[in-house]
């Protein structure tokens, strides 16, 4: 060949590879494409179009809640059902790595399954052919209903298109009715019904996952369509609570309105610096692990929804005003006698018929005399007593945010009427909760500054995100010497009052003070005989360190607050012993009952 011509052969040879190689390449670089780069893309729209797309819902577990000292008391497990659709079971065939084909027996895989659930191969058989004795075109049998989630993922593993599963939920209480009437329950079906159950959800939800694959004709998982989306718990709500205080002032609570053969008891702690609640006890309670076990009355908490009349409680409100305004000093005295009627027609009684006494500030609180309240109420404008008795915290809602919380009713001072410019000095004519009672007393024995009350502590992401609930800044109400006299006078009223030797706590100091709520008939009058009765105490006196308050609703046995001093009495001794608060190591002089 004349050598023009073998340049020219030798020429198109190389644009011919040249174009080949260029195409190759192309294909190349659009497989890697279509099998790398947006290999998912193509499968989703595969399983979108095709309708061989399968998926299976990987459950996360709804996160604990745990009290103080993290013990757990509510908790989930995540298992699984698997059932078996008995007319499709047979045998598979498979296709190996290097094109050969195989049979898997139905012997075989129910061997298989039997030994990642724990029986035997023939058990598992049996339960396919009783399902198909019973009925020849059968499509349900049951294998197990407690699997955890490792067998779960094992029997995936095995790739049966005739097994199916299912995520159930298990919620456990462990310490049964503790807390119950906070804790709140769950449905049957998983959600939230009641109490930080329900208010904290967001919390304490899981966020469900995905296992997405493809199958075969033949009903087996095409290799390397699986995709998983990992499932993501809930979080760690941890509550103020003390599991132990609260177990034992829920049997002392029970133990006492069954002696008092009261309709209901309740009784609270909360840690006078920080506000936090350690316990919050009531009798009737629920178990959450059974709540339908009790009435739908019972399954809230009443300390949050029942609202009443604070009574004589408030009277050391009414004290911290006087002394705040300086209106007053412990040895402020008035005359009053037991039974009066004043000159705006307004008529006030004591508890008890006494001559008239000229009673100082302290014996006004130590007798609980509402007619010297009356008038020692009047040395401030009703508008001032109205400004403080909000700054207490009357008329709102407390920071624990607890469902169903009651902020009570306090009208301005221009609605309170002659009868209402007196009782609102000895706590009448306005309503309150426990709580609102409890943070008064807090923010007296804090020197004046109010705390938020709180029971929610953190959330505890599983990433380890912690959150804090958003709390009130805390508040100056009264001066620092206002609220330390305040409690001297109370603790008067514990060593000097009528219920002396049953509040009594060996070796502390404590302050108190009692009230006796008249209730509401419903038509503007109130019941006879019956009271909403309640019990206050600040221990030690001479170091507040603890709030504790009991109430009982109704108690028929003894009708006064007298009822409630043993259940003070047993709830006070139990707080210094569970938080080993050092015995008062001094006395001081008492104050005087009457003006000389």
């Known amino acids: 060949m004349h050598a023009k011509a ?34 998912q893309e193509h499968l989703d729209n595969r399983a979108a179009y095709s309708g061989i797309g399968f998926s299976q819902v990987l459950s996360g577990t709804r996160g604990s809640i745990v009290d103080g000292e993290g013990t757990v008391l509510a908790s989930s497990t995540t298992q699984y059902s698997a059932q078996f659709d008995p007319v499709h079971v047979k045998d598979i065939e498979h296709v190996d790595d290097d094109g050969r084909e195989y049979t898997v027996t139905w012997a075989e895989s129910a061997a298989d399954i039997g030994e990642i659930i724990g029986r035997s191969g023939d058990e598992v058989q049996a339960i ?28 995936t593993a095995l790739g049966l298109p005739y097994l199916s599963f299912h995520p159930v939920q298990s919620r456990a209480y462990p310490y049964g009715a503790v807390a119950g009437n906070l804790l709140g329950f769950v449905g049957d079906d998983g959600e939230p019904l009641a109490g930080y159950e329900a208010a904290e959800n967001a919390c304490l939800q899981a966020t469900d996952g995905s296992l997405t694959y493809q199958q075969g004709s033949d009903g087996l998982i095409i290799p390397g369509t699986e995709v998983t989306e990992a499932p993501v718990d809930g979080g760690t709500l941890q509550l103020t609570l003390d599991a132990d205080l609260q177990w034992y002032m829920q049997q ?147 920071d624990i945010g607890f469902p169903g919380e009651e902020p009570g009713l306090i009208y301005p001072p221009d609605q309170w009427g002659a009868q209402g410019h007196y009782a609102t000095t000895f706590g009448q004519a306005f309503t309150t909760t426990m709580p609102q009672v409890v943070n008064a007393y807090q923010t007296l024995a804090n020197g004046g500054v109010r705390e938020p009350l709180h029971i929610v502590e953190s959330c505890t992401k599983p990433d380890g995100t912690v959150t804090e609930p958003e709390l009130s800044e805390p508040r100056r109400v009264v001066s620092e010497e206002a609220a330390d006299t305040t409690i001297r006078m109370l603790e008067n009223v514990a060593t000097q009052g009528s219920l002396a030797p049953a ?5 502390y100091r404590i302050a108190t003070k009692t009230g006796t709520a008249q209730k509401s008939d419903g038509n503007g009058g109130y019941k006879a005989g019956l009271y909403f009765t309640s019990i206050i105490g600040v221990v030690p006196a001479d170091d507040p360190q603890y709030i504790v308050m009991v109430t009982l609703d109704e108690p028929t046995r003894v009708t006064s607050s007298a009822a409630t001093a043993p259940a003070l009495q047993k709830a006070v001794t139990q707080v210094v012993k569970n938080y080993r608060v050092m015995p008062s190591e001094k006395t001081e002089e008492p104050l005087p009952k009457f003006a000389e």
């Open 503 to 507: 509040v009594a706590v060996d070796g």
């Open 6 to 39: 073998r340049r020219s052969a030798r020429r198109r040879t190389a644009v011919v590879g040249a174009a080949v190689a260029v195409i190759v390449a192309g294909f190349a670089v659009r497989l890697v494409d279509i099998q790398v780069v947006n290999a």
């Open 252 to 398: 002392m609570i029970a133990e006492e309105t069954q002696n008092q053969q009261a309709k209901a008891g309740a009784v609270m702690v909360v840690e006078v610096a920080t506000g936090a609640v350690r316990a919050a006890a009531e009798y009737p309670t629920v178990d959450p692990n059974d709540p339908t076990a009790v009435d739908a009355d019972d399954r809230g908490s009443r300390i949050f929804s029942r609202t009443f009349e604070p009574g004589s409680t408030f009277k050391a409100v009414t004290a911290a005003t006087l002394l705040d305004q300086g209106a007053a000093t412990p040895y402020t005295s008035v005359t009053a006698s037991g039974h009066e009627a004043f000159p705006n027609g307004a008529v006030v009684g004591d508890s008890f018929q006494h001559a008239a006494y000229n009673y100082t500030l302290t014996g006004a609180l130590i007798d609980s005399s509402n007619v010297a309240l009356s008038k020692f109420g009047e040395l401030v404008p009703d508008e001032t007593r109205y400004e403080y008795l909000q700054e207490f915290g009357v008329g709102t809602t407390t």
């Open 128 to 155: 396919v052919a009783d399902a198909l004795a019973a009925d020849s075109n059968s499509q349900y049998a049951l294998l197990a209903d407690d699997l955890t989630t490792q067998q779960y993922r094992e029997l």
